[in-house]
């Protein structure tokens, strides 16, 4: 039988923090273990320089399949590192932030074999206990590797990591972790050094000051491999750190707690690689299920968890679009005009899970543009994600900002989407622009769309089955243009 989503009582609880955050800072020498030469990304069609066309007023409709967390599998491709043997990961997006993550995990002489969403990781030749700065500094995921290379090895040298630019990102609340669990933390020549006494972590009590995801996984691996009960307490409650913890309990750890904000770790000396199938992706679910929504369509998506998703669904069903979940990993949108008449705005405040997530407000800034009303958007994870509101203004939307607060004017308010021929320069991955667009007359234009590439899987070509007219325009085109 269908379920038809009401929207819940989701009140929002100010979350505690300590905002200021800093880098160690303690020079010294230090000669590289090792920097292997990074291997060409598999797949050598998509450029930094591509563009995507986008004719807006396409309706949707169909079924568009979602793909495997992207946030997970990196964070497994981390994990991976704490096994013995192979691990035959399913359910791997091909993404260029994963491909960059078997980069960093190749740096280090870990061999992977990537076949159709599978991919087999064999960690008996590490080599080197210093993954490639290159590759660690393109993506914040990078960075989580420290983890288990610390508590198997002892020791581990890993550069700071990238990521997308959407506040300072800093790492104290990893380097305090560490420490709790017994190891040295110092900064050498832009690289974070971290050993271990006598080449064991020794399990500790640690308050997460946040409850920042990337810290919560890499000392959740940590633990897996320290001697001894490790307590996590403020800990992420995401559903990408459940799967980690699901995915090493499966390779013999003992993690417990996962889900809630206490994990309680009973240290293991060794732990076998597994077989495993990653979640599917909420975000790009999410980003669908707005996209169905800001172009007034209809159409379903699967594989999903729908309780991965409840935040965002209670906003649309305030909005007024109606989601029905046709199987239990099946869920139908229909926001169509004809049925549903004018959407009704509403306003959000992101937070960690279980509240409205981070990684959906700039495609949900989108769609309050053509909802009525005035509506308020918090951003109370990264001080710097608005940046795509100056793209937005560039397709004709009104939104005022100040600080991390926007005040998103709906269509009855002035805001629609108009012009011909905008060209969004450096449009950041989370697509919104690009939703933008479909909502907009006429033809826009994405460049930089290498950002939308790091973390959603062939998104024109879904888009296009859907009904879009959406194209990629390979930069080698441009160029005989
Ligand atoms: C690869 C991955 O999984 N990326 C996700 C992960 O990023 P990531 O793990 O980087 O996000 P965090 O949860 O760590 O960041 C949340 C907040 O904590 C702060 N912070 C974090 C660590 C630290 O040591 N000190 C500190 O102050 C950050 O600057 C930020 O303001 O969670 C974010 C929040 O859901 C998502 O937007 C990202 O898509
Ligand atoms: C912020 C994101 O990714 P990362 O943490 O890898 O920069 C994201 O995927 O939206």
């Given at each position: 039988m269908a379920l038809i989503f009401k929207p819940s009582n989701n009140l929002y609880h100010s979350l505690p923090r300590n905002s200021t955050s800093h880098l160690l800072r303690t020079p010294s020498f230090y000669t590289p273990i090792s920097c292997f030469r990074l291997p060409q990304s598999p797949n050598q069609t998509q450029s930094s320089d591509d563009k995507f066309i986008i004719v807006g007023g396409s309706k949707l409709s169909g079924h568009v399949h979602i793909s495997g967390s992207k946030n997970s599998a990196l964070a497994v491709l981390a994990g991976t590192l704490c096994c013995s043997g192979n691990s035959k990961l399913h359910n791997i997006p091909n993404v260029s932030d994963i491909r960059t993550m078997i980069l960093v995990l190749e740096s280090l002489g870990v061999e992977v074999d990537v076949y159709n969403g599978e991919v087999t990781v064999d960690t008996h030749g590490i080599r080197s206990l210093e993954p490639c700065a290159d590759a660690v500094g393109k993506i914040r995921a990078g960075f989580f590797v420290g983890g288990p290379l610390l508590a198997r090895f002892g020791e581990a040298m890993v550069a700071l990591p990238g990521g997308c630019d959407i506040g300072a990102r800093p790492i104290d609340i990893y380097v305090r972790g560490f420490r709790a669990l017994g190891a040295t933390v110092e900064m050498r020549q832009r690289q974070l050094y971290a050993c271990a006494k006598n080449g064991r972590l020794i399990g500790g009590k640690f308050r997460l000051d946040f409850p920042s995801v990337g810290a919560t996984e890499t000392l959740m691996m940590a633990a897996s491999m320290a001697d001894g009960v490790t307590v996590l307490s403020n800990v992420a409650q995401e559903p990408e750190v459940v799967d980690l913890a699901q995915f090493l309990t499966h390779c013999g750890a003992s993690v417990e707690g996962a889900g809630s904000p206490t994990l309680v770790i009973n240290g293991r000396k060794k732990l076998q690689g597994p077989e495993y199938s990653i979640i599917p992706d909420r975000i790009e679910a999410g980003t669908f299920m707005l996209a169905a929504a800001i172009t007034r369509s209809c159409f379903s998506m699967s594989p999903i968890i729908p309780c991965h998703l409840s935040a965002v669904m209670d906003k649309l069903s305030v909005s007024g679009c109606q989601i029905i979940q046709k199987t239990p990993n099946t869920l139908e949108i229909a926001a169509t005009s004809k049925t549903r008449g004018s959407l009704q705005g509403f306003s959000i405040r992101t937070g960690p899970y279980p509240h409205f997530p981070t990684d959906l407000q700039p495609q949900t800034t989108v769609l309050l543009t053509i909802c009525n009303g005035s509506n308020i958007v918090e951003e109370l994870?990264?001080?710097?994600?608005?940046?795509?509101v100056r793209e937005l203004e560039k397709l004709g939307a009104r939104i005022r900002v100040s600080g991390s607060t926007a005040l998103v004017y709906g269509k009855d308010q002035g805001s629609w989407f108009l012009r011909f021929q905008c060209c969004c320069k450096g449009s950041k991955k989370w697509s919104c622009t690009c939703f933008g667009g479909m909502a907009a007359e006429g033809i826009t234009e994405i460049e930089g769309v290498t950002h939308i590439d790091r973390g959603y899987e062939n998104l024109e070509m879904k888009l296009h089955s859907l009904g879009a007219d959406t194209v990629r325009r390979p930069s080698s085109l441009e160029t005989q243009l």
């Open positions: 994870v990264f001080e710097e994600r608005m940046g795509h």
